[in-house]
């Protein structure tokens, strides 16, 4: 038996270095599908406020409030600023803000409800879940506890397609629109796209196995009772 020469050995490089790089484009592809399925799901339904439609009700995901656990981080307070400002046009009557009452940052519900009322917006129409843990909760609680079928969701860019998809899919005829995000670098706003990438899978994997919400409650009349007073 002899032994391959470096001659032999250096020309199987390219057909090894071309299958190595067939086989990473097919996992970078099956790994980016979840991803797809958002961005492609949510295409048609994605709005800036001044382009808004109309619905009776805006939903306002939660995230991290400000330190001194009272107010808004930047990020929440722009998505709360952009609701006001469809309330104010007439856009939508009703908010429904879902967030982690027991979050690690403070309690976002009572942060939101208070920071809306501050800037004008009704408080009999703010309506509090405090138990959207995540997106995909704050979808499914919308529609199984509030009885939301239509409606806008307000977040920033680099979430709205996920939160518009994983809400179609779970049955509410939603559109979304785009937050504002003072304050948001270049490269915060790299880093939190590269998450919601892969918060993607995690998305595609809840909708598959239809997740239910971590907390389950009675129906709830508080959204109907708003739109009414």
């Not at 032994?3 to 790089?21: M, Q």
């Not at 408080?123 to 079928?149: I, N």
């Not at 994997?205 to 508080?222: E, F, I, K, Q």
Request: glycine share 10%; hydrophobic share 45%; with cysteine.
């Amino acid at each position: 038996m002899t032994e391959e020469s470096p001659v032999g050995a250096v020309r199987r490089w390219p057909r090894r270095l071309r299958r190595l790089a067939v086989a990473g484009l097919v996992v970078l592809v099956l790994a980016s599908c979840p991803w797809l399925w958002t961005a492609l799901s949510a295409r048609g339904h994605v709005y800036e406020a001044a382009d808004a439609p109309t619905a009776d009700v805006v939903i306002v995901l939660g995230t991290a409030v400000a330190a001194d656990r009272q107010r808004p981080g930047d990020r929440l307070a722009g998505r709360l600023d952009t609701a006001a400002e469809l309330v104010a046009s007439g856009r939508a009557t009703v908010v429904l803000v879902s967030g982690d009452g027991g979050g690690a940052s403070g309690d976002e519900p009572t942060v939101m409800t208070s920071y809306l009322t501050e800037r004008g917006v009704d408080r009999r129409r703010v309506v509090a879940d405090p138990f959207g843990l995540d997106t995909y909760d704050s979808c499914a609680r919308a529609r199984e506890v509030y009885g939301v079928e239509r409606a806008l969701i307000v977040t920033q860019s680099y979430h709205l397609s996920r939160a518009v998809t994983l809400c179609r899919h779970l049955g509410l005829d939603v559109d979304g629109v785009v937050a504002r995000c003072d304050g948001c670098g270049p490269a915060l706003l790299a880093e939190k796209s590269v998450r919601d990438y892969f918060a993607s899978g995690k998305a595609a994997w809840d909708a598959l196995r239809g997740r239910a919400p971590a907390v389950r409650s009675p129906a709830d009349p508080a959204v109907q009772n708003a739109l009414r007073s």
